[in-house]
T-cell receptor, first 115, second 113 residues
Framework: GENVEQHPSTLSVQEGDSAVIKCTYSDSASNYFPWYKQELGKRPQLIIDIRSNVGEKKDQRIAVTLNKTAKHFSLHITETQPEDSAVYFCAASSTRGSTLGRLYFGRGTQLTVWP | DAGVTQSPTHLIKTRGQQVTLRCSPKSGHDTVSWYQQALGQGPQFIFQYYEEEERQRGNFPDRFSGHQFPNYSSELNVNALLLGDSALYLC????????????FGQGTRLTVV
């Protein structure tokens, strides 16, 4: 089955700096890669996603890149703010086949943004 | 649109007991997946329901079972609770088909004592 690795497990940055979280996946059948933000005691919230036919996607201060050949994808947050502090999870999924819609998650990255 | 709703939000059970958790999917969604999130870990897939049938199952024992109703809502049942079943149980809803964005409920925090 799919295996998703996520690094780093913790990340501390100064407000205004950039943050980068990296994930790798193992199954070439995966073609959908969402990122979730989970604040303490709250539900995971989808913040951005990318599909395998696209190499990069941006939404304001957040961007995601995908390298299908190397099987890795990354989350980039620019101009970080204290409210960006949370646990971020990457995930991989397939839109077809026997594992349709099943999300395989990384172990998470605790991002702390210091004011 | 109320989004994905789960009940109860918190639950304390004793070892050996049985528990039922409930989930109402986001409006327009027909697929419900359940995940277990242990403290400090990423969510782990338990199973997925579509058209009232279990379509996929993760690496969880038969003590974990579920059901989906005609209105797409779902239940997760866990029998013979173990201390290790203590976790946040998340329900995610989505639509079958090409687009698979999943939206999560707020979860049920289960504590087994």
């Amino acid at each position: 089955g799919e295996n998703v690795e996520q690094h780093p497990s913790t990340l501390s940055v100064q407000e205004g700096d950039s943050a980068v979280i990296k994930c790798t996946y193992s199954d070439s059948a995966s073609n959908y890669f969402p990122w979730y933000k989970q604040e303490l005691g709250k539900r995971p919230q989808l913040i951005i996603d990318i599909r395998s036919n696209v190499g990069e996607k941006k939404d304001q201060r957040i961007a995601v890149t995908l390298n299908k050949t190397a099987k890795h994808f990354s989350l980039h947050i620019t101009e970080t703010q204290p409210e960006d502090s949370a646990v971020y999870f990457c995930a991989a999924s397939s839109t077809r086949g026997s594992t349709l819609g099943r999300l395989y998650f990384g172990r998470g990255t605790q991002l702390t943004v210091w004011p | 649109d109320a989004g994905v709703t789960q009940s109860p939000t918190h639950l304390i059970k004793t070892r050996g007991q049985q528990v039922t958790l409930r989930c109402s999917p986001k409006s327009g969604h027909d697929t419900v997946s359940w995940y277990q999130q242990a403290l400090g870990q990423g969510p782990q897939f338990i199973f997925q329901y579509y058209e009232e049938e279990e379509r996929q199952r993760g690496n969880f024992p038969d003590r974990f079972s579920g059901h989906q109703f005609p209105n797409y809502s779902s239940e997760l049942n866990v029998n013979a609770l173990l201390l290790g079943d203590s976790a946040l149980y998340l329900c995610a809803s989505s639509r079958q088909g090409a687009r698979t964005e999943a939206f999560f409920g707020q979860g049920t925090r289960l504590t087994v004592v």
